[in-house]
Every structure is written in structure tokens, then in C-alpha cells.
């Protein structure tokens, strides 16, 4: 068990809720012949200028909304009610709301509208609060007026998300810091790509959850760390139990404004959140969230144990979550469960960014990140052509042209190895070193030259110099549930002769990344057995056939026993074969993930692939390869598991 901190924010809708509309999603929604077109344009009173970003609501003859959207960069707006509106409820963030009438002819024709909103002098207002457990405070007053003005942006980010969905393409990472809490040390980037997505990011939890249980959570004896999104400010369930005043930080966002929240109560032994939402003046726009933990360890507090949430709003006006971290102590990135117990905690932090958003209509976003050129040459000096390289802990790869060009795009700022790939030993989730490092920075290219050598030469350099130079390798990789390798897993390998099992090697152990490997006494088409012992555990066998230079043997042992009628504590083995659906050949080298864990694997040539250790429930899982991300595709396939195996077939 885990006895650090861990945070997590997960990857679902973002704004689940509305502000202040009842609604259903527009694409649900037939239109009847009845229902006229609303078409028009949101004006600025004083300027005549088109306005961005405003909600458009259509109400029907009982107020209810019977259509809503969002006006395009120059102001204008095109909505298809599913009954005949009476009336348009308009709002934008730094505008006075306002509602005009819609002529009756709307029912059975087109309708053009052309309305003027005015702008507010300022977002301070004041506005009558009751919040009876809150101290009094004269600025109470002007941040409930704020978070007013607020409801009316996140609204517009709600029905933008709803109207028009974009392609988007995330990061996911967990960085790891040096002694100073300054310098990355070490991160995992992980890629996620939607063809349509309705948010960027956002909480796991609504506003009155973590009123009621707080930021943190014990998940079979991890300790989880939750953040919000700005919904959660607004829910008013989150209201109920916290405390909001003007921001007094404001020295360094000059054209901000922010509000400060605080727990009404607080109580002993529980983790909650201080910090602030804050709002451009300029833009008329929500731009991010800060915050800290309250009620953690002296120690992580003095790590900076916190987050923020970063809003970007596009010429549109739609507005993403671009960017989100949050940061605590935690056991080193990698580490088994029970080495964690012993770890000493380091400053880490899990975070997410948005790389790309493109819209149906072409429009498109692109975050400043990196970009890594890779000259890839064998150890011969020739051209690595075919040769596949990438960032060691993430999923940049690619594959080298004829001329040994490898180029790998949208890479997180931060330092990285490079590796080779080698379809051979990704089953065993090992790289290949190629002590060439890349630090990456916003928005340049770096170029480097990288030997790659193959899987058997980098094998049998492992071997040592009193190993024979030709003959079949065996290696294997022994690792929990969690995908972590198993030091000192004992091994002995046998081989089939004459009817009769013969010793080849006895008495090994597994190095420190559970890895093994035999290079002597096996040739290709024997049948070996590969017998481990973890500890004074019952031993695992396995029979193979060697059937190359190198054969690879993935083991996943299942080393913590769960607590006798713990919920959700039986894990299933998931095993299975991708195969492409003209013809049945099998995929290899075809990358699957599950969707919500750090969980995926590589098949092998034969297209069959294992994940270990997952709880069972349902799930997603995410098929890539080299094919489809040419075309921007992400082949999903639904799977229940359960008991102690599950195996799934995935047709591409």
C-alpha cells in the first residue's frame, strides 16, 4: 500500500452541468417542420462590433430552452429550436444581460434578429450575499458579483463544447522533481486523441462532493488527491460550504481581477482546497484557477502541494482548458507498492495539456510545444531506415524515412531519453538506450543524431564477453500488476530433449527492472520451461517455444495479496488478439491502452497482447497503430471484466 499522496483529476466531461438553463444536447434534438430557424448577430451597443462568445438562448412559450448556442468570432449565431421560441435570453461575461421577443412568424419561417448588449463599466458590482458561516467582509459583496459574471462565461464554454465538439489531442503527464522542487528530473507523457471531444479537461467530482468528502480520498489504501475545475466554484452546493472575497495576489496579473475562496469550517484529519478564481478584464473572460491543499503534511506543504487550471479562450469564443497541474509529495514515479513504503517522498506532479483543437469548420488551435528531429544511423554508420525511435516514458515514437529521418511532433516541454523501439522486446515494455538526451523547450526544434542499435546486438552486449557471439536469447521481464518490474524473482530454465526435461540454467535472479535473459544453451524450436519463484510464493511456469535470435516472455505476477472482502479488490488478467478485419491477419506491434488507467500494452507478432491487474468494471480500450495515427484515428472497443482472466478479440 501507498503511504504518499497521489493526485488524479480525471479525464471527464467538463461543465457535466448548466448555469442557470435546463437543456438538452442540440444534436438529440430533432427539429420539427414547424420550428422556424433563429439567425442573427450579438453586437456591441457602443461599438457596433460583433461579440464573441455569447449565449444564445431560445425559450419556449413556458420558458423552458428549446434551443441554445453560441456566437461565432464576428457576433453572429444560427439556432434550430425543437418547438417554436417566444423569446431570446441573451449573456456574455462583462455584458448586462438582456432578453428581447421573437415574432411569432418564427414558427413557421426563417427569422433574422440583430441585438445590441452593453457592455458593463466594471465587473465589481455588488450583490446581496447570505452566507451566514462566512465572516463579514466588505469585499463579500463585489466577488459574489464577479462569480455572477462568471456563470455567464463558463455557460458560453458549456453550449460551445455542446454546438460545435472539436477534434482535440491531450497530454497527460507525471513529473517528477530534483531537490530543489525547480527542476524536472524525470516525467511520463501519455497522448490522448478524440475526433470529437465536448471538453478538454475536467473534475471528477461535483462542487457538493467535495464539500462533503473533501479533496482527498483513501482508494484501497492510496491516498488520491482530487482538484477542481472553475464548475466547481460555481456549483452551489460547493458555495454552501466555502467562503468567497476579492483576491489580494493580484500584483502580478494586472488585467485580472480574482476570487478568493476559503472552507467555511474547518476540521481535523480533512484535505481541502484554498485559492482563486480569476477573470480577465480586458478579455471578458475566465482564465484560470489557483489554488492550494489545506489540512496536508507540514512536508507537502512546504513541497507547494497544490494546482491551477489555465483557460484558454479562442477568437471564437470558445473557451478550453489548455492546461492543468497538481503537485504534492508522493513515492518516485515507478516504485512497487511495497517499495513505497520504504521510498523517501519526492515533489511530484500529474498534469494534463491540450496540444490541438480543430473544428468542423476548419478552425484550429495549436499549443506551443516541442518538436525533436532525430538523424537515426545504425552502429555501422548506415541510414536507420525503418528503424522506429522515441522519448523513453511516453508515447512519442516514429519511424525513420529511407534517409534515417525520424521526426517526433507535439512534445511536452521537459527532458527526455531517446530510445529505440524494437518490436521484439516491446512485449516486455523495455527500450533501448541510446544515451542521447533531449531537452525540450516551448515551441523549438531540437535536432539530434542517434545510434540505434538492434534488439539482438543490445541483448547480447548484456550477455558479457564470455558469451557465445550466435545462438538463440531468451529474455523475459517479471512484473506486478501495475506493470512495475519485480527485482529478485528466482529462475531456472529447463529444455525439452529425447521425452525428458533437461537443467539448462538454475539459481538466477531478476535485476532490478525484473529483467532476465539467457544466452547460452538454447537454440531455435526448442521447447523450454521457464520456471520463477517470487519469495516463498507458489512458482509460475511457463512453457515456450524459442522461435528466433531472441525470444521475449512477458511475466506478470500478481505480488499483493488483497485484503480478504475488500471492495473491488479481485483483479482480471485481460488477454487477446487484434487482427485486421479484411482477412483476419493478425496486428503486431498495435498499442493498447485502458482508458482511465496508466494500463497498455504492445501485441506481438502474432497480434496477442496481456494487461494485468485491473479492477474489474467496465472499461474503454484504445487500439493505435503506426496506420491509423497517420489518419488521426483512435479505434476504441468496449470490454467488461471480471473474475480472474478476460480475453477480448479486437478487429481493426
Not at 453586437?43 to 448556442?69: F, N
Not at 477568437?315 to 497541474?325: A, C, K, M, T
Amino acid at each position: 500500500m501507498r503511504t504518499f499522496p497521489v493526485v488524479r483529476l480525471a479525464l471527464l466531461a467538463l461543465l457535466a452541468g448548466t448555469v442557470g438553463a435546463s437543456w438538452r444536447p442540440l444534436w438529440a434534438q430533432p427539429t420539427p417542420a414547424t420550428a422556424g430557424v433563429l439567425r442573427g448577430v450579438v453586437r456591441d451597443s457602443a461599438s457596433g462590433a460583433g461579440v464573441p462568445g455569447a449565449v444564445v438562448l431560445a425559450l419556449g412559450a413556458r420558458g423552458d430552452t428549446v434551443a441554445r448556442g453560441v456566437t461565432r468570432e464576428d457576433g453572429r449565431f444560427a439556432l434550430a429550436p425543437r418547438m417554436p421560441a417566444q423569446r431570446l435570453q441573451l449573456l456574455r461575461l462583462g455584458y448586462r444581460p438582456r432578453v428581447v421577443a421573437v415574432d411569432g412568424r418564427a414558427a413557421a419561417q426563417e427569422v433574422a434578429l440583430e441585438v445590441a448588449l452593453v457592455r458593463l463599466p466594471t465587473l465589481l458590482g455588488r450583490v446581496q450575499v447570505n452566507a451566514a458561516r462566512c465572516r463579514a467582509r466588505p469585499d463579500r459583496e463585489e466577488a459574489a458579483a464577479l462569480l455572477e459574471q462568471a456563470r455567464a462565461g463558463l455557460l458560453a464554454m458549456q453550449v460551445a463544447y455542446e454546438t460545435s465538439p472539436a477534434a482535440v489531442t491531450r497530454l497527460a503527464y507525471l513529473r517528477q522533481f530534483a531537490d530543489d522542487g525547480r527542476t524536472v528530473a524525470r516525467q511520463q507523457v501519455r497522448m490522448d486523441s478524440g475526433t470529437a471531444s465536448t471538453a478538454s479537461f475536467g473534475a471528477s467530482r461535483t462542487g457538493a462532493e467535495f464539500v462533503r468528502e473533501g479533496f482527498l480520498q483513501q482508494d484501497r489504501g492510496e491516498q488520491v488527491l482530487f482538484g477542481p475545475d472553475a464548475q466547481v466554484l460555481l456549483d452551489p452546493g460547493f458555495a454552501a460550504g466555502y467562503c468567497f472575497h476579492r483576491a489580494t495576489d493580484e500584483a502580478a496579473r494586472p488585467t485580472e481581477v480574482g476570487v478568493a475562496f476559503e472552507p467555511a469550517r474547518r476540521a481535523a484529519g480533512r484535505v481541502d482546497i484554498e485559492g482563486a478564481l480569476w477573470i480577465d478584464t480586458l478579455a471578458r473572460a475566465v482564465t484560470g484557477i489557483t489554488f492550494r491543499y489545506a489540512g496536508v503534511s507540514e512536508a507537502a506543504a512546504r513541497a507547494g502541494a497544490g494546482g491551477a487550471v489555465r483557460f484558454r479562450p479562442m477568437p471564437s469564443g470558445v473557451v478550453l482548458i489548455d492546461q492543468w497541474w497538481l503537485r504534492t509529495l508522493g513515492p518516485p514515479p515507478g516504485v512497487t507498492r511495497r517499495e513505497a513504503r520504504r521510498a523517501t517522498p519526492v515533489v511530484t506532479e500529474v498534469g494534463g495539456a491540450l496540444a490541438r483543437a480543430v473544428w468542423p469548420d476548419g478552425t484550429r488551435w495549436e499549443a506551443p510545444l516541442g518538436t525533436v528531429q532525430l538523424a537515426v544511423r545504425t552502429p555501422a554508420g548506415a541510414r536507420g531506415a525503418g528503424v522506429t525511435v522515441g522519448l523513453r516514458d511516453s508515447d512519442y515514437r516514429a519511424t525513420a524515412d529511407v534517409d534515417g529521418g525520424a521526426q517526433l511532433e507535439r512534445v511536452l516541454p521537459g527532458p527526455y531519453e531517446v530510445v529505440v523501439l524494437d518490436s521484439l522486446l516491446d512485449p516486455l515494455g523495455v527500450t533501448i538506450p541510446t544515451g542521447v538526451t533531449a531537452a525540450v523547450t516551448p515551441g523549438d526544434t531540437v535536432r539530434l543524431a542517434v545510434e540505434a542499435p538492434s534488439a539482438e546486438a543490445f541483448l547480447r552486449a548484456a550477455c558479457g564477453a564470455g558469451a557465445p557471439a550466435r545462438g538463440a536469447i531468451l529474455a523475459a521481464r517479471v512484473v506486478d500488476t501495475e506493470g512495475n518490474g519485480l527485482a529478485g524473482v528466482t529462475w531456472a530454465v529447463r529444455r525439452s530433449r529425447g521425452g525428458s526435461w533437461v537443467v539448462v540454467a538454475e539459481r538466477g535472479a531478476t535485476d532490478r527492472d525484473g529483467r532476465l535473459q539467457l544466452c547460452d544453451g538454447v537454440a531455435e524450436g526448442d521447447v523450454v520451461e521457464l520456471r520463477l519463484v517470487q519469495g516463498h510464493g507458489a512458482p509460475e511456469t511457463i512453457v515456450q517455444t524459442v522461435s528466433g535470435a531472441v525470444t521475449a516472455v512477458p511475466v506478470v505476477f500478481h505480488d499483493d495479496a488483497p485484503e480478504a472482502g475488500a471492495e473491488g479488490s479481485e483483479r482480471t488478467l485481460l488477454t487477446g488478439v487484434v487482427r485486421e478485419a479484411d482477412g483476419g491477419a493478425p496486428v503486431a506491434e498495435a498499442r493498447l491502452s485502458l482508458v482511465g488507467t496508466l494500463l497498455e500494452a504492445v501485441t506481438d507478432s502474432t497480434g496477442s497482447f496481456l494487461m494485468g491487474g485491473i479492477p474489474r468494471g467496465d472499461y474503454q480500450v484504445e487500439v493505435r497503430t503506426a496506420w491509423l495515427d497517420s489518419i488521426g484515428v483512435v479505434h476504441r472497443a468496449g470490454v467488461r471484466v471480471s473474475g480472474e482472466r478476460r480475453r477480448m478479440a479486437v478487429t481493426l
